[in-house]
C-alpha cells in the first residue's frame, strides 16, 4: 500500500543543510497497524506527514497504491489525501469554532458527500463513539480525552484506508490513552491501516511491527513484543543499519 | 458548506469582537463615504442626459479675444440653420428674468424668451398645451408647474393673462413639468423670442444661447471646420478673426468654455471615494494577516481533513464578502443618515432609491465585491498557502512571517494616502481663505445692492437725490451690471487705431459717484463728475484695458466704443471683475446707457444703522416706484456667492479627508493593539529583565515611525505635482509653502504616534508574571 524508497527530508537555512530524514525505505501493506518510536526530534512526524502528503520530502520516490506521489501535484494530492487518510494529532487539532457535529462534518464537505447521507454518517459516528450527547459541544468544553476521541472520531468517519496517529496518547491519561489504543486496534481488525507515532512500549504494543528512528536513520525494525507479529515483517532488512 | 464557512466566519467575528469592529466599521465608514460621493458622481454626470436628443444636441460658441461665451449673436440661429443643411432644428434661449404679477401678487421669476423649436429639440414635456401650438401667438407665455402653482394655486392657468415687469399682457398657453435639477437651463417660464420684436431677427449682438439639433450622421470635425469662419462671413464690421466653436450639451455641465473644466472635482472625489474604500480596506487586510496566526491553525486542521487550496481560497473570500456585506448595511444606514446633511453640504437634491432604482443596486452590489475580493484576496492566498505541517508542528510565529512585508507596504500606501489627503485639505482651505481676503481693488462692505426696475429707472435720477440726504447713506451709484460680473463685449478703437482694426473689450455703463461707492481707485486723471457736459461721452479705462492699448499718456487720447467717440478721462486701479478663477480682463466705464440701461443700485451706507438704514431704503423704494419690488443684497454676499461651488467642493473634500484620517487612524489602532497583543509575552520577558515602560514603547513605536517617515517621503512631492495642478485653474492661487507638508507629516505623526503609544502602555503596564505564566 505504502512504499517509500530513499526519502530524504532536510531544510536548509542559508548555507546549512539540517537533514530531518536520510535515505528512508519503508514498505507498508493494506491491514497492517505499524509503530514508528524515537527521541523527540528524530523525524518521527515528519515521516508521518510525508505519508499523509501533508508535506513533501526533499528526495525519493514515494508510491501509494502504485501511485507515484512525488510527482503529483497538489491538487491531485488533496484528492488523494481526502479520499484515503485521516490523521489524529498529540493536540487533537480540532476546530475551535466548530461544534463537535460540525467537526465531524467538515471532512466530509470537503469530500463534497450529499447532506442527507452526510447527516447519517455524523450521526451513526457520534452513536458509535457514544458521544451523542455532546455534538452541540465545543471542543473547549471537553476534556482531553473526549477532544481525542473526536479527533479520532473525525479521522474516521470518512471511512479512510488509512490512520496516521501523531501521539495521539501524549496528552491524555493512562486510562484515556488505553481507550484510545482499543479502538485503533479495532479498526485496525475491520481493515483500517494503521501508522501511529509513540513514546510508549505499552501503546506500541498493540502493534504488529516496530520501526525505530534517530536522527532521520531508520534503525531497526522489529515484531511488536504482543502483537504476534506477521512473519514477513521480520524478514525486511534494514538498510540504514547496515550504513550505520 | 457554505454554512459550515459561515458558521465558522461568524463565531470568529464574536470572539474577535475588537477586531471585527474595526474591521466592520471602517470599511462601513469607507463604503458610506463613497457610496455618498458616487451619488454626487453620478448626479454630476446626468446632467441633461433627459433629453431624448441628449446626444445630438450642440450650443454655438464664438471666441472673441480668446475668450468663449455661450452668448450668440441674435442674427445667428436663423442664417446658420439656412446655410448647414445638417442642421436639422435650431433654438435659442434668451435669459428674460421678469417680474410676474397676477392681480395683487408678484414674484421675481428666472425665465426665457425661446424660439418655437425649443420644445421640440429638448425634452421638457408640456403638461397642457403642445409644443407645436404654446408659442404660436407672440404674447405667450408658458409655466412650469411650481410657477403655476405659485401664480394661480389650484385654479387652471390656461387663457389667464399676466402682466410681465408691469408692462406686458401675457397669455398662459402651456403648463411644464417642473425643470429638473440635473439640468443645465433652469427657468420657471417661457415666453417667445417674438417679444424681441425686429432686433431679436437683425442684431448681431451677443445676447443668445444657441442649441442646435444636427443630424445624427453628421461628420463633427468636418462640420467644425465649416462653421469656424461663419460670423466673420456674416458679421462685416470687423476684420479681427472672431471663430465659431460648436460645443455637445453633454459638455455644459461638467466642461468650462474657459478655465477649469468641473469635471476636475468628479475626477478628485472619485479619486477620494476609491482612496478611502481602499484604506478601508487595508485596514481589513492587515488585521487579517495581522491575524493569521490565529487562524493558521484552522486552516491547518482544515487542510488536514481534506481541504484543498482552493476550499480555503474561497472560504476566505467568503468571509471577506460577508464581513463587507455586514459593513455595507451598517453603511447604507449611515447613507441614510446622513444624506439630509450631505444634501444640504453639496447643494443637491441626492436620494437613495435601492428598490426603485437598478443602478444604485449595481453599485452596491459593485462595492460589495471590490472591497470583499480586496480586502479578501491577499489573507485568502495567504493563509491558503500555509502547509499544515508548518503551522501544526512548529511554534505560531513563523506562519504569518510572510505577511509581515506586505503589511507594511500596506500601512505605508495607506499613510501616504491620507498624508495626501491633509496636505490637499489644507491647501484647499489657503486657497479658498485667499480668495476671500485678496484684495480685489474695491471695497465691496456694506455696498448694498438693489435691482431697478424701470419704474425706478425713470425717477432714479431724484431718488438718488432724496436718499442721499441720508447721514447713513454714503454714497449712491448706479450701472448695468454687478462690478463682479461685467460681461458685455464692444468693439473699440483708439487713438492711433482705425475701427477697422477693432479690439473687444469689456464695456460699463455706470453712473456718476461709481467709483467712490465701491472704492475703486483712480490711479491717473479723474472719474466721472458732473460739471464737465462733455464726460457723457468720455470713458474711464481700467488697468488692464489701459495696457491692452498700449499708450504711454492716455489722458485726453480718442477712445471709441462703436462710432460713439469720446476722450479718455482717468484710469482706474484693476478691480476683478469675474472670478478669481480668472484673470482681470479689460473694462471702459462710461456713463452712455446705450448699450444697455442700468439694473442695479449701489447704496453705500455706514454700518452703524444697518436695518434702519434698509428700511428706510426700502420704503423710499416704494415711494418712487410703488409697483415694483425692493430686492436687494449685499456685494461681499455676491462675492461669495462666486466661489459658493468652490467653498462646496471645499468642504465636501474637507469632511470626506477627515474621514480617511479617521480610519486609517483606526487601523492603525488595531494594527497597534494587534502588536502589542502579540508582543505580550516578549513584553513581559522585557520587563522582568528590567525594561521601562518607557523602552517598551520606544520599541513598539520604532517601527510605525520609520513607515510614517516613509509615507511622507512618498507623499509629500504625489500632494505637491496633485494640488500644484488644482491650483492652476485659478488664475489668482496661494503659494504652497513647505509647512504644509510639514504640517500635514506632523498631524499623521501625531494622531499615530498617540494611538501606538496608548496600545503600547497598556501592554507594557501589564503584569508580567500574567503573561508569562501560560504556555
Ligand atoms: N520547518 C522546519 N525547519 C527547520 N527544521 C525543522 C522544521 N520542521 C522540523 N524541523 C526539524 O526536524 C527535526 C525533526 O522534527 P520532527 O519530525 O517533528 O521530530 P519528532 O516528531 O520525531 O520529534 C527536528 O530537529 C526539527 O527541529
Ligand atoms: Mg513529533
Known sequence: ?244 | MIKNYLKSAWRGIRGHKGYAFINIAGLAIGMAACLLILLWVRDELSFDTFHDNYGAIYLTVPELEGTKYYANPLALAKAFKQQYPEVRKIARYWQWDALVRNGETAFNEQGGLVDDDFLKIFTFPLLKGTPETVFAARDSIVLTERAARKHFGTRDPIGKSLRINNKTELIVTGIMKDIPANSHLQFDLLGSTKLLGERGETSWSYEANTYALLHQNTDMDEFRKKISGFLNEHDKRTKQKVPLHIQPLAKVHLYALNGTDPIVYVYIFLAIAIAILVIACINFINLATARANTRAKEIGMRKVVGAARADIIKQFLGEAILSSTFALLAALCLVYLFLPSFNRLAGKQLTLDIAGDGSIALILAAIVIFSGLLSGSYPAFLLSSFKPVTVLSKGKSSAAAGGTILRRILVVSQFTATIILIIGTIIMSKQLDFIRKKDIGMNRDHVLSISMSREMRSNYPSFKNEIRRNSDIVNVSAARRLPLNISHMNPVFWEGRGPENYLTMTDASVDYDYFETLGMHMIQGRSFDNKFPTDQENYVLNEEALRMTGLSSPIGKMFSIWEDKGRIIGIVKNFNSRSLHSPIGPVVFTLSQRHGSYEYIFVKIKPRNLSATISYLKRKAAEFAPNSLFEYSFLDEEFNRQYAEDRRSGSIYRYFAILAIFISCLGLFGMASFIADQRTREIGIRKVLGASVRSIIAMISRDFLFLLVIANVIAWPLAYYFMGNLLKSYAYRTSISIWVFTAAGGVALLVAQLTVIFQAIRAARANPVDSLRYE
Open chain 1, 1 to 244: 500500500m505504502i512504499k517509500l524508497r530513499d526519502i530524504t527530508k532536510f531544510y536548509s537555512s542559508g548555507f546549512v543543510k539540517t537533514f530531518v530524514l536520510r535515505n528512508i525505505d519503508l514498505d507498508v501493506r493494506e491491514g497492517e497497524f505499524l509503530t514508528v518510536m524515537g527521541p523527540s526530534g528524530a523525524g518521527k512526524s515528519t515521516l508521518l506527514y510525508i505519508i499523509g502528503m501533508l508535506d513533501d520530502a526533499s528526495e525519493g520516490e514515494y508510491y501509494f497504491y502504485d501511485q507515484a506521489i512525488h510527482s503529483l501535484n497538489e491538487k491531485k494530492r488533496t484528492q488523494i489525501h481526502q479520499q484515503n487518510i485521516g490523521f489524529v494529532f498529540q493536540s487533537y487539532h480540532l476546530i475551535d469554532e466548530l461544534t463537535v457535529y460540525e467537526n465531524l462534518e467538515t471532512p466530509l464537505l470537503y469530500k463534497k458527500v450529499k447532506a442527507d447521507e452526510r447527516k447519517s454518517l455524523v450521526a451513526d459516528t457520534l452513536d458509535r463513539f457514544r458521544i451523542v450527547a455532546k455534538k452541540n459541544l465545543f471542543p473547549s468544553q471537553l476534556s482531553g480525552g473526549q477532544q481525542q476521541l473526536v479527533a479520532v472520531a473525525r479521522a474516521v468517519i470518512i471511512n479512510p484506508k488509512l490512520i496516521l496517529a501523531d501521539e495521539p496518547t501524549g496528552n491524555l491519561n493512562s486510562k484515556q490513552g488505553e481507550e484510545i489504543m482499543e479502538l485503533f486496534k479495532k479498526l485496525n481488525r475491520e481493515g483500517t491501516t494503521i501508522i501511529q507515532v509513540t513514546h510508549s512500549e505499552k501503546n506500541a504494543s498493540y502493534s504488529d511491527r516496530v520501526i525505530h528512528l534517530l536522527d532521520g536513520w531508520m534503525e531497526k525494525e522489529s515484531k511488536s513484543i504482543a502483537g504476534g507479529g506477521k512473519p514477513e515483517a521480520g524478514d525486511r532488512k534494514n538498510k540504514s543499519m547496515e550504513k550505520a
